[in-house]
């Protein structure tokens, strides 16, 4: 998926890009004020981030986290009956409304050939956890973060392929469990679920250890071409199955919309309770 027209990284809205000299690129979700929650717009923002990063051969390495002022990482997709409204009108005709579980973007990080390091500085829940399991290759996070997969209570299908990445990594029986359930977990325990956590780390260390392991990814410390080489072979396998997975998770998406548990769902979210599910 390409885009016929550029967006330049001066009108970000959703994001904040800083490029560094010494080639490290941090890519900061920056809307505080709904815990950088993910937006069709951020989702555009970060695909051109993404696609400027690779293009750019300075950068080497980047690096995803959240904004400070959120004292979230982020807290999943944003709905809302303007959420297109920001998204430039030369771009509207090209989004697929109905890829919830972001095709485009899930594809166009799994492509990227350079690293990219997660710094999970808060909350991280549904798609603000699926999102760095399948964009990115180390994932640091601080000891007062949590993490929840709340498709469940939204009575929604996952994204970002988690339904087959999440197997892939803890085993069937306890993604089942974590999906299933929806049940919130500690930093700490999602490291020891094997969750695709590389380290816990107390919250004023977890950006500094996050640059020092950048650091270790560039020139002169690591050959940037090797760690290329070997993304792209381990990545290679399963790009074809991501895609179909991608695929099946958009179209069961369709289907959770169409259930008057969805909508129970929204109720209860606005009403602040707890839903009441009918199983239709």
Request: a positive charge; aromatic letters at 12%; glycine letters at 4%.
């Amino acid at each position: 998926m390409v885009f016929n027209k550029t967006m330049e990284v001066e009108d970000f809205q959703d994001i904040i890009y800083k490029k560094e000299p010494n080639g490290i690129l941090t890519v900061t979700l920056n809307r505080p004020e709904r815990k950088n929650a993910l937006s069709p717009l951020t989702l555009l923002e970060l695909w051109h981030a993404v696609n400027h990063a690779e293009e750019d051969e300075e950068i080497r390495v980047m690096i995803l986290t959240g904004c400070e002022e959120a004292n979230a990482f982020c807290s999943g997709g944003y709905f809302s009956e303007d959420m297109f409204e920001k998204i430039p009108q030369e771009y509207r005709k090209e989004i697929d409304i109905m890829d919830m579980a972001s095709k485009k973007l899930c594809l166009k990080f799994w492509d990227f050939t350079k690293p990219i390091i997660t710094a999970i500085n808060g909350l991280a829940v549904g798609g603000g956890f699926t999102l760095p399991l399948v964009c990115s290759d180390l994932n640091y996070i601080a000891e007062d973060a949590w993490i929840a997969l709340y498709f469940i209570k939204r009575a929604v299908m996952t994204d970002f392929a988690t339904s087959y990445l999440l197997p892939l990594v803890v085993g069937f029986q306890k993604a089942k469990e974590l999906f299933f359930m929806g049940e919130k977990l500690s930093a700490q325990e999602a490291y020891e679920f094997n969750l695709g956590i590389n380290k816990v780390l107390p919250k004023k260390d977890l950006m500094p250890y996050v640059r020092k392991q950048a650091f270790k990814l560039i020139p002169p410390k690591a050959p940037s071409v090797s760690i290329k080489l070997m993304k792209q072979a381990m990545h290679s396998h399963y790009r074809e199955i991501l895609k179909n997975q991608l695929d099946l998770e958009n179209k069961y998406w369709k289907k959770t919309l169409r259930t008057k548990d969805f909508n129970e769902s929204l109720k209860a979210l606005t009403q602040k309770r707890e839903p009441k599910f009918i199983g239709k």
